[in-house]
């Protein structure tokens, strides 16, 4: 499979870095649902060879082993080539301070993250939540000091607010500090409001990019759940998903939706995608993959055109 002269790639909002459009994580699946090393490389290989430069990581997917498991197949490539990612907030154990956006907990923890993924720094950085009970300066500035340590070349947020994204900007401009650069929120035909309402405002007004997670809501729009929830499936393992996501009326409109995407010739799974990326805001579209096959249908969104009113219709069905 070789799509790289059909990659598309996009600025991280205001400055010169460029990612993939499509991109990859290991959010539940690499070092989680995918153990087999010979199938993760086989997968990150592919996304390679396809274009993709962005590859996203946390140091809770899986406990670090997200971070083991990819970094162990990224160390094979130009590091120039990537961009790479991981986040910070979680706890990742029961000590009192392994866990926020504290000075001390955001020193150590790049430094554990580094040493799992094996490189001499990350592209990018991210709070993973905001810390209700961290100063934002104290935040901005261990940020700004990784920053200038050549370990962190952009730091970012996952989940702020509009609110909080303009406090953490003025924070850092009031102190010379270098501000959050991108943030990654969830966003997909299921998931609008939040994202369309009130970060891409604040996006745009910050000159910050922004790389969503969850484009198909954890497989809902893939007709994954059209009979049910599956076993080891994701909605099966994380009730807070569950919860948020499988409703009759969301079923029905996942229906409707799968019947329109087979009139045009093409997947749920990559309308759903390209929907995602045909928003200007959005600068990558994260992917998650456990079979070469998916990843393989996932990139086939890269084929397919959204005209005008097609986004409305999908926007109508889907409604905020």
């Not at 200038?148 to 994204?165: D, F, M, P, R």
Request: hydrophobic share 40%; charged share 20%; glycine share 8%.
């Amino acid at each position: 499979m070789s799509t790289k002269k059909t990659m598309t790639y996009r600025n991280l909002g205001r400055c010169g870095t460029k990612v993939s459009l499509y991109s990859l994580g290991g959010w539940t699946t690499f070092g989680g649902s995918v153990t087999d090393e010979s199938m993760v490389k086989t997968i990150i290989y592919a996304a390679f060879e396809a274009g993709i430069n962005f590859f996203d990581i946390a140091d809770i997917y899986a406990k670090g082993e997200s971070e083991r498991f990819m970094g162990k197949v990224l160390r094979e490539f130009p590091r120039h080539e990537l961009v790479i990612s991981s986040k910070v907030f979680w706890p990742m154990s029961d000590d009192i301070n392994d866990a926020g956006l504290s000075r001390k907990h955001i020193m150590e923890s790049v430094e554990k993250t580094l040493k799992r993924i094996g490189t001499d720094y990350l592209d990018l950085y991210f709070c993973h939540r905001f810390d209700v009970n961290t100063p934002v300066e104290e935040t901005a500035r261990a940020m700004d000091d990784l920053v200038h340590q050549g370990k962190v070349i952009y730091w970012g947020t996952s989940e702020w607010t509009g609110a909080q994204l303009r406090l953490a900007h003025a924070v850092c401009d009031s102190r010379n500090l270098y501000a959050p650069q991108v943030e990654q929120p969830q966003y997909s035909l299921l998931a609008r409001s939040k994202f369309e309402q009130d970060v891409v405002p604040a996006t745009d007004e910050l000159g910050m990019g922004t790389v969503v997670w969850s484009p198909l809501a954890s497989g809902l729009l893939t007709g994954k759940y059209d009979q049910g929830i599956p076993a080891h499936s994701r909605l099966a393992q994380i009730d807070w998903l569950k919860d948020s996501l499988y409703t009759e009326d969301r079923l029905a409109k996942v229906i409707a939706f799968g019947k329109r995407a087979a009139t045009l010739g093409v997947s749920r799974t990559q309308l759903a995608l390209a929907w995602a990326a045909s928003n200007p805001a959005v600068s990558s579209v994260i992917l998650g993959a456990t079979r070469i096959e998916q990843l393989q249908e996932n990139l086939g969104a890269l084929r397919v055109g959204l005209t005008p009113d097609l986004k409305a219709e999908l926007q109508a069905l889907f409604p905020i």
